[in-house]
Every structure is written in structure tokens, then in C-alpha cells.
């Protein structure tokens, strides 16, 4: 079946722009998550959504980013005002948790933020 | 502050060897762990995931949990020269978040 699709794969925007990041998960699966990769780096958490419940959105770095999910399906990642430090491949990831143990996420390909 | 730590490498074996790729969490409460394999410049792709004490294997692919001393390795056996990889550990700290170690990079030498 499909697989996390993520878009657009690369997205060049100019400091102080506001940018939108697109995740389509897994259909049925019911956790959507957004981790932050820079160069070299690992993976930063920074928000989930787990069904009906209030996303934990414990991981945005600041309050220019936030992220919504609509009928519990599509997500969105909304960062306002670019900053150049915010360049990095944005991964979103789908599970359908049986429980909070047995989580297993599928990544989408990322989109690749570069800000001037 | 949970943590999840991985030795960065690179970590180079000879091909046909076994690659050990170790990885140490903070958070004793931890009840699930992966493994999830990243080719540069492409997406993580889990491999293994393991919940319970001791060893679970899948075809070269070995998975060794500790929770006693807080530590989870993955091993390859027969390592290939497509294995070379950054090699991410996660873990499920409770509820649904997820921290993933920094990687490990693997370079299987032909």
C-alpha cells in the first residue's frame, strides 16, 4: 500500500517568509508525528498527534512553528517568519499504535527547508 | 532530560563480518526500542524493533535488550557492503513520544 508522502520535497523560501509543510500518513493509522533533522544531525521531535486526543507539542522549538491535523488525517507544519537556523529536512512518520509500547512509526521521504 | 546515546563513528568492518552497533538510554521506564537504518540523504527505515529482554532475531539483523543495564545493540551478521548506513536507536520513553540517539555510521568495507 501507499507508504507516508510528505510534500513538497524541497522548498527554498527567503528569512522572515512562512512556509507550509504537507504529511499525508499511512491510511488508517492513527499517530502522526514531525521530527526535525539538520546536517549530520539525529532526529528532533517536535510535535505528535495520537487520534482525538490534544497533540503533544512539547518539541517546537519556538512559537513560530506549530502544526495542525485535520480529520485526523492530512497534517500541516506551519512555520512563520524563516529564520536561516531552521533549515533541515522536516520527516513526518505514521504508526497505528496497538498501545503506548507498541509503536512502531514509518517515515515519509521529508522535505528539504532551505532558508536564505 | 531523556536521553539516548549512540557512539557516532564511523564504524568500519570488513565484509562477511559482524557489525555490533550499541546504543545506551536514560530512562528506566523505557518500554520499547528500534532500530531504524538511514542511507544518506533518504528517510529512516526501521529494521527491528524489540520490547522484551534478551535477543530477537530477523534474517542478519540481531536485536539484544538489557533493560537492566539500560542498553540496546543491534548486530549484522554477514555484513554487506549495502549495509553502509547511518544506524539510528529510538526509544519509547512513554506515551507515544519517541527519542532517537544521534546514529552510528556504518561502512562495510568490500
Known amino acids: 500500500g501507499a507508504g507516508v508522502s510528505q510534500s513538497p520535497s524541497n522548498k527554498v523560501t527567503e528569512k522572515g517568509k512562512d512556509v507550509e509543510l504537507r504529511c499525508d500518513p499511512i491510511?488508517?493509522?492513527?499517530?502522526l508525528y514531525w521530527y526535525r533533522q539538520s546536517l549530520g544531525q539525529g532526529l528532533e521531535f517536535l510535535i505528535y498527534f495520537q487520534g482525538n486526543s490534544a497533540p503533544d507539542k512539547s518539541g517546537l522549538p519556538s512559537d513560530r512553528f506549530s502544526a495542525e491535523r485535520t480529520g485526523g488525517s492530512v497534517s500541516t507544519l506551519t512555520i512563520q517568519r524563516t529564520q536561516q537556523e531552521d533549515s533541515a529536512v522536516y520527516l513526518c512518520?505514521?504508526?497505528?499504535?496497538?498501545?503506548?509500547?507498541?509503536?512502531?512509526?514509518?517515515f515519509g521521504p521529508g522535505t528539504r527547508l532551505t532558508v536564505l | 532530560q531523556k536521553e539516548v546515546e549512540q557512539n557516532s563513528g564511523p564504524l568500519s568492518v570488513p565484509e562477511g563480518a559482524i557489525a555490533s552497533l550499541n546504543c545506551t538510554y536514560s530512562d528506566r521506564g523505557s518500554q520499547s526500542f528500534f532500530w531504524y537504518r538511514q542511507y544518506s540523504g533518504k528517510s529512516p527505515e526501521l529494521i527491528m524493533s524489540i520490547y522484551s529482554n534478551g535477543d530477537k532475531e530477523d534474517g542478519r539483523f540481531t536485536a539484544q535488550l538489557n533493560k537492566a543495564s539500560q542498553y540496546v545493540s543491534l548486530l549484522i551478521r554477514d555484513s554487506q557492503p549495502s549495509d553502509s548506513a547511518t544506524y539510528l536507536c529510538?526509544?519509547?520513553?512513554?506515551?507515544?513520544?519517541?527519542?532517537f540517539g544521534a546514529g552510528t555510521r556504518l561502512f562495510v568495507k568490500a
Open positions: 529510538a526509544v519509547n520513553t512513554g506515551g507515544f513520544k519517541t527519542i
Open positions: 512518520a505514521s504508526s497505528l499504535p496497538r498501545d503506548r509500547v507498541y509503536n512502531e512509526q514509518f
Open positions: 491510511s488508517g493509522h492513527t499517530a
